[in-house]
């Protein structure tokens, strides 16, 4: 019999589960004065198993190579130092000597082994972080997390940069009368598209791994969640989505809690990844890309992006207008096998197109659809068995004056 999961959309993330302890504080890392939250730590006493999935960005920034390189030597992990306002990218050695600095810094307040800490900054590119206002602000969230003063919400505050909003969830489940609690906080609002985008997202549960390699379930949670979105089609230099497992629940990850915790982990990914897309720069659309009957999966997923990050298209969503002939014009180009004789197209339950023959008096049904805050465009191209689903936004003016300078 499956387990039942209980899931809640919008909570203090990464602090619900037990033994985490949070805190977020300012460092004035945009400039002096600035009293917004841009430092944090998430921290466990007990050592935890740990997992990453990191960008696929040839410009790696210095917190995600030394974030690798701390998960590739299977040391015990403590918990993340991370900051806003500054990706420590593109930064050269002394970005690197910055990066390992934080997390000897963070595990030293927290009373720690050093190389305990994983790293995570993300903000403006090619710019030194100023080391000589985080240290101190690293010191004071590490004593209070360590101290039990613990603050989910101003964590996950500390980490937005372009955000409007925090972005957080909650999903448990009971095993042998024991419960596990897995939860989430993130950050990303622009340059999305993952492999991963301009995002970083935390997980913490405290189920006990054990001998489980956390790393192929995340990589497939984060597969079909949060790379499977697009806002803008920019790749980041700093994408990272992090696991820790402290094992504080007492409920070991053995064949009677796997099923559940796949599902929770996904679900927990899943949200975070929308709530990223729904948060979009300047957005005021999230569109569901539903293709089915592909001939590979990569060829569905490839006419997915195409559409998705078809400036064309997303003008289109946001002026409510139903063009089906640039859906079409975005298949032609995307690298997938079909018949365009053969191609159904649905707005909602509304077929535009059906076997490649236009459905004109469908048109006034298609505008009420596109004019919604979310809908789905479903296509199947009849090629094969193979599916996809990618969100996707809009594209607006606002999104063009928000980035035309920093």
């Given at each position: 019999m499956p387990i039942e999961i209980t899931f809640t959309p919008n909570t203090l993330g990464v602090t619900d589960p037990k033994g985490f302890f949070a805190k977020g504080v300012s460092a004035d890392v945009r400039r002096k004065g600035n009293d917004r939250l841009d430092t944090g730590i998430v921290f466990s006493k007990t050592p935890c198993a740990a997992a990453g999935v990191f960008t696929k960005n040839r410009v790696k920034a210095a917190?995600?190579?030394?974030?690798?390189?701390?998960?590739?030597s299977s040391t015990a992990i403590h918990g993340i130092v991370a900051n806003s306002g500054n990706a420590n990218a593109c930064t050269g050695e002394q970005g690197k000597v910055d990066a390992a600095q934080m997390a000897d810094q963070?595990?030293?307040?927290?009373?720690?082994?050093?190389?305990?800490?994983?790293v995570c900054s993300t903000g403006r590119i090619g710019e030194l972080l100023p080391m000589d206002r985080i240290s101190p602000a690293i010191a004071a969230?590490?004593?209070?997390?360590?101290?039990?003063?613990?603050?989910?919400?101003?964590?996950?505050?500390?980490?937005?940069?372009?955000?409007?909003?925090?972005?957080?969830?909650?999903?448990?489940?009971?095993?042998?009368?024991k419960t596990v609690t897995l939860a989430g906080s993130?950050?990303?609002?622009?340059?999305?598209?993952?492999?991963?985008?301009?995002?970083?997202?935390?997980?913490?549960?405290d189920i006990d791994a054990?001998?489980?390699?956390?790393k192929p379930i995340l990589q497939e949670a984060v597969k079909h969640t949060f790379n499977a979105i697009t806002v803008d089609g920019d790749m980041s230099t700093n994408d990272t989505v992090l696991v820790l497992a402290n094992g504080a629940s007492g409920v070991r990850l053995d064949d009677s809690a796997l099923e559940a915790f796949k599902e929770a982990l996904f679900l927990i990914c899943d949200n975070l990844a929308d709530k990223i897309v729904a948060d979009g720069e300047r957005i005021t659309k999230v569109v569901e890309l539903l293709i089915t009957g592909a001939d590979t999966e990569k060829?569905?997923?490839?006419?997915?992006?195409?559409?998705?990050?078809?400036?064309?298209?997303?003008?289109?969503?946001?002026?409510?207008?139903?063009?089906?002939?640039?859906?079409m014009d975005a298949l032609g180009y995307a690298d997938s096998e079909f018949d365009p004789e053969k191609i159904d197209i649905s707005y909602g339950d509304v077929p535009a197109l059906v076997s490649g023959t236009p459905i004109p008096e469908n048109k006034p049904q298609w505008k009420t659809v596109v004019s919604e805050r979310r809908f789905t465009i479903h296509i199947n191209t009849h090629a094969g068995d193979a599916s996809y689903r990618l969100r996707a936004s809009d594209l607006t003016e606002g999104y063009v004056d928000f980035n035309k300078s920093e």
């Open positions: 917190p995600v190579l030394q974030c690798e390189g701390i998960l590739n963070a595990a030293s307040a927290c009373g720690v082994p050093g190389n305990s800490f994983l969230a590490g004593r209070a997390a360590q101290a039990g003063d613990t603050d989910g919400e101003s964590f996950s505050n500390c980490i937005l940069t372009s955000d409007t909003r925090k972005k957080t969830c909650t999903a448990t489940f009971s095993v042998g009368g993130a950050k990303g609002a622009g340059m999305i598209q993952p492999d991963m985008a301009t995002m970083l997202a935390f997980i913490t549960t054990g001998e489980v390699a956390l060829g569905a997923e490839n006419i997915a992006r195409a559409i998705g990050n078809s400036l064309l298209v997303k003008t289109s969503w946001y002026g409510n207008d139903p063009n089906w002939g640039r859906l």
